[in-house]
């Protein structure tokens, strides 16, 4: 009988194994099934062994085979758990075709989604970090920094994201030249350069301090093709933009729009001039000077007509706020006297008169940029938070700015690329329009602020 048992066992260690490796393979139902299959040989063997008498209960593999039945009725619980709460858990007809279960492919995270996971994460460790702080001010603290790590974990998120589509998008659109437009552009081009002895000599030696003296000396050639091509945009966007002024259409749409043409010139320049696509961002720079700049005013004066109720709101509460103190605004008095300086405002005060004076909006951005760095390096160490950093800047544009730069902001955020919308610049226009939008909902009566 004792090798009748130690043969069962050994059978059963052999079950058993196989149901461990589906297991690790994270073949759940298939573990579970193989698991209740290595049970099922157990249960009998030690029924028809133990019944025959208590002389039985000595052996050592008997108790082993004991243990092993409860290790795997363990598991099966947690499996059993585990597949419940799956939102698909059908299985095959034939859980046993091994091709099925091969075929069976199981789709990989999204940055978003890994993100929201490991925020989920954070937040259930913060949970029962919490439950054993008891200041209000450690747990204040701990609060604002699990805001901090999500956010972090979200805006890498979508540069990742945004990365993976650029990369989809270029594979799927067909390369510029792959057709014989482009072919017959790029060619018209060569001839061209090769007639014009100055473009001639600065496209052998274009590199990223004279990339702008290379896009100027091609585009302000009359009859030079990349030259008539801008024209011919410009000429294109100019009407779309006469038509939608007669129409009140839609700005949305004439941005997308603008913005295809102005790709289109970029991928130009690029096939044309190969050298260049490793300047992108020079290149990019340059190209939104030529071809923005003698459209601004007129693009601008479509979104302020789009934003007219907007624009009214906000123009009305900055005569309001005009030389009124930060109190108004619920300005902290920690910050009020700081935020007051006179080097200060004159120094932003200069910082905003050139973001509105940019005519493209690349420039516009790093202007923006450039005010917010200041005001940052200004208050120096002061801790300023969310709730602080508001009303701040809804005070100071208040009695820095016009309405105006709404309208500038608002255009230059609809005509930039989604990359430069990323990061610092991204979070600079985002900070400063919800600012502007703010300001243009609320009503100020005698010392009291109502929105």
């Excluded at 249960?43 to 004991?66: V, Y």
């Excluded at 490793?278 to 990019?284: A, R, T």
């Amino acid at each position: 009988m004792t090798s009748t048992i130690d043969a069962v066992y050994l059978e059963a260690l052999e079950k058993v194994r196989h149901a461990t490796d589906l297991d690790s393979s994270d073949r759940q139902h298939d573990a579970f099934v193989s698991y209740l299959t290595a049970v099922n040989y157990i249960i009998p063997s030690l029924i028809a062994d133990t019944s025959k008498g208590p002389q039985h209960f000595s052996n050592q593999k008997e108790r082993q085979l004991i243990r092993l039945g409860l290790q795997c009725f363990e598991r099966l619980g947690d499996l059993f758990d585990s597949i419940a709460q799956q939102p698909e858990h059908s299985t095959p007809a034939n859980s046993g075709n091994a091709a099925i279960r091969q075929a069976k492919v199981t789709r990989p995270f999204t940055p978003l989604e890994k993100a929201f996971e490991e925020n989920r994460k954070l937040q259930e460790a913060y949970r029962t970090r919490a439950t054993q702080l008891v200041p209000s001010a450690d747990k204040t603290a701990m609060v604002l920094s699990l805001h901090r790590k999500a956010a972090l974990n979200l805006t890498a998120a979508c540069e990742k994201e945004h990365q993976i589509r650029i990369s989809e998008d270029e594979a799927s659109r067909p390369r510029w030249g792959s057709n014989d437009r482009h072919r017959t552009l790029i060619d018209q081009v060569r001839a061209f350069d090769k007639r014009e002895v100055r473009i001639l000599a600065s496209r052998q030696k274009v590199n990223s301090g004279n990339v702008a003296t290379f896009v100027t000396s091609v585009l302000s050639v009359d009859g030079h093709p990349l030259h008539n091509m801008l024209f011919r945009y410009q000429h294109s966007v100019r009407e779309q933009i006469v038509q939608s002024l007669a129409s009140n259409g839609d700005t949305d749409q004439l941005a997308k729009s603008v913005k295809t043409s102005f790709n289109e010139l970029t991928s130009a320049f690029q096939a044309c001039y190969p050298s260049l696509t490793f300047l992108s961002e020079s290149l990019s720079e340059q190209l939104e000077a030529h071809f923005f700049t003698p459209l601004w005013e007129a693009l601008v004066t479509l979104t302020r007509r789009a934003m007219q109720e907007q624009h009214s709101g906000l123009e009305a509460t900055l005569h309001q706020l005009r030389g009124q103190p930060p109190s108004v605004l619920d300005v902290d008095e920690h910050f009020a006297s700081c935020i007051q300086s006179p080097e200060l405002m004159v120094a932003l005060g200069r910082a905003f008169r050139t973001v509105k004076e940019g005519r493209y909006p690349r420039v516009k951005l790093r202007s923006l940029v450039g005010a917010y760095q200041l005001l940052v390096e200004y208050l120096g160490d002061s801790e300023v938070g969310g709730d602080d950093l508001l009303p701040i800047q809804c005070w100071l544009m208040s009695q820095l700015v016009d309405a105006d730069l709404l309208d500038e902001l608002e255009t230059a955020g609809k005509l930039l690329p989604e990359g430069a919308l990323l990061g610092e610049g991204g979070y600079c226009l985002s900070t400063a329009l919800v600012a502007m939008g703010y300001l243009s909902h609320l009503e100020l009566k005698g010392d009291f602020m109502k929105e």
